[in-house]
């Protein structure tokens, strides 16, 4: 699966072309910050300044995210690339976790901390 914030990274740094950020943030309504965090994919954006990338653009906001682009897979880590293959690439395709298991691992390893006193 492909991140959502890496094709909006690449569809803002193509429209930019030689521009600075700066220049861009001015025509576009938005701060220089917020153009360097999407560039970066550090950005989380909201559905406001996707509206207003939409706006600038002349866009519908599928063209934001474009899918006519190079593939890059991540891994359970924040915008790691995966590592190994076979690997789950996003958190939510690795097994879910209950409560309850988490809770029993946890008591079973505060009982072993008392026992090595």
């Known amino acids: 699966m492909v991140h959502l914030r890496y094709r909006l990274a690449n ?3 193509s429209r930019r ?4 950020q700066r220049a861009f943030a001015r025509k576009l309504g938005v701060a220089q910050s917020t153009i360097m965090r999407i560039e970066n994919e550090d950005q989380n954006v909201t559905l406001q300044t996707l509206e207003q990338l939409c706006r600038a653009f002349r866009v519908d906001v599928a063209d934001l995210f474009p899918t006519d682009m190079p593939v890059r897979h ?3 880590a924040k915008n790691e690339p995966a590592g190994q293959p076979g690997q789950p690439a996003m958190i939510h395709e690795q097994p879910a976790r ?3 298991s988490d809770k029993a691992q946890s ?4 009982g ?3 026992k090595k006193k």
Do not use: C, D, N
Not at 17 to 20: R, V
Not at 107 to 110: A, E, F, L, T
């Open 11 to 13: 569809y803002v740094r």
């Open 17 to 20: 072309g030689e521009a600075t």
């Open 74 to 76: 991540y891994s359970a």
């Open 98 to 100: 209950t409560l309850r």
């Open 107 to 110: 008591r079973q390893g505060v």
């Open 112 to 114: 072993e901390i008392k």
